[in-house]
Every structure is written in C-alpha cells, then in structure tokens.
C-alpha cells in the first residue's frame, strides 16, 4: 500500500508557467520533506515542514515555496520555472522520533518545455 | 553535518557478498548512520540504521567500528534486483525541526549474473 504519494508521476510545463506539485501521506508523520533530484545526482533537500512549522534550506531559490493546509498533504509551488528546474521532485515523511527514516514517494519528473 | 564519501561504482556478481564502505570522519555524538537504496525513478527506500557496533536486518548487515568514523553496509548474496544507488546519510534530529538528511553522492551497485 502506497504510503507517501506524489501525483502526478510525470508534470510537464512551459517554462515561466507556474507548477504545482502535490504529496499526500497516510502515516500520520507530522514532519514532511521536498527534495529535488536531478539526473545521476543525490536528492537535495529543499525545506521541510515539522507540523505547521516551516523550515526552508538556506539555499533553495525563492522560486520554490511550499504549503502544507493539514498533516497529510504538502504542495510544492514553483512560481517561474526555468530550464534548471527540470528534475524528479521527491516528498518524504518522518516522524518527529529520534532518528526515523524517512518515507519517500516515488517522486513527480517534472520536464520543462 | 557531517560529510559523507563512499564509492562512486562497484560491480559484483550474482551470489555474492558486497560490502559498501562509506567514511564519515567528522561525524557528531548524537549523529546516526543511515543506509538508502533507490532505484530508477523510484524514490529512496530506507535499508538499515545503527549507531555503533553491528546492527542485521532482513536485507543487511551495517557494521560501525568503535570511532564511528566509517561504516560498511554489507548485502549478502545478491541478486540482479539489488542493482541499485546506495546512499550513506548521517543525519541529526534537529529538535523541534525533524530529522535533516543530506545526501552523498552514492555508490552505483551493479550485479551481474
């Protein structure tokens, strides 16, 4: 059973056009994540939310923003996408318990036209 | 955060043992070593965690020397589905923030038959 989801799978848009990505969970962790994966790279994360607390890495662009209305979904907003934007986009979950792994989704493609 | 360096490739053969070794010298008191496989387009899948000593799963076997300064990630008989990325984390509960990962650069698993 799916556990994290990220819909949809495969996002295609133009570039400057405004793009949301979506992720629901079903584990009731209350901290979530957005990683960004470009090909052969490692995941980089982006910011993450603990509860309704938002925590931004100190070098993701203001071009990313993210939203999370309750404790089962995320959104990640990109205002103006460009060119170096396209990649796999990557939600996880935790729970706030020391050291728990983290639960991925198997991630949104996003290619930009 | 304490940086990670593992190998870029390794390549076995059906069957048999395969130990990742991964070098994290600057890691902290309250730091846990993580393990990840991904595979393509699929998110990362959590395999292993300890702290010291040894630690044995289903999957794997995670084996930390007493300096905690290196650990070896060990697969026993693999088989063609364990070809994969294996990703080496220490990470840190930040309290009140969650867990923060960052990911290295990974080792690229490749079996053979």
Not at chain 2, 89 to 101: A, D, T
Request: charged share 15%; glycine share 6%; proline share 6%.
């Amino acid at each position: 059973d799916a556990m994290v989801i990220q819909n949809p799978r495969y996002q295609v848009t133009q570039f400057g056009k405004p793009v949301t990505l979506s992720c629901s969970q079903t584990l009731n962790h209350n901290v979530m994540y957005w990683y960004q994966q470009k090909s052969s790279q490692a995941p980089k994360l982006l910011f993450h939310y603990y509860d309704k607390d938002f925590n931004n890495e100190a070098d993701t662009p203001d071009n990313f923003q993210s939203r999370r209305p309750n404790t089962s979904f995320c959104f990640l907003d990109i205002r103006s996408p460009g060119l170096g934007d396209a990649a796999m986009y990557l939600c996880a979950t935790s729970r706030q318990n020391q050291n728990q792994p983290q639960h991925f989704g198997d991630g949104t493609r996003l290619s930009i036209l | 955060l304490a940086k990670t360096t593992q190998p870029i490739s390794m390549d076995s053969y059906e069957g048999q043992e395969v130990n990742i070794t991964c070098s994290h010298n600057n890691i902290a008191t309250n730091d846990y070593i993580t393990w990840y496989q991904q595979f393509p387009s699929q998110g990362p899948r959590f395999i292993i965690q300890g702290y010291k000593t040894k630690v044995t799963n289903e999957v794997a076997s995670l084996f930390i020397p007493a300096d905690r300064k290196s650990s070896t990630l060990s697969l026993p008989r693999v088989s063609l589905s364990d070809t994969a990325v294996y990703y080496c984390l220490v990470g840190e509960m930040i309290y009140n923030q969650g867990g923060k990962l960052i990911f290295g650069q990974g080792t690229e698993l490749s079996v053979k038959p």
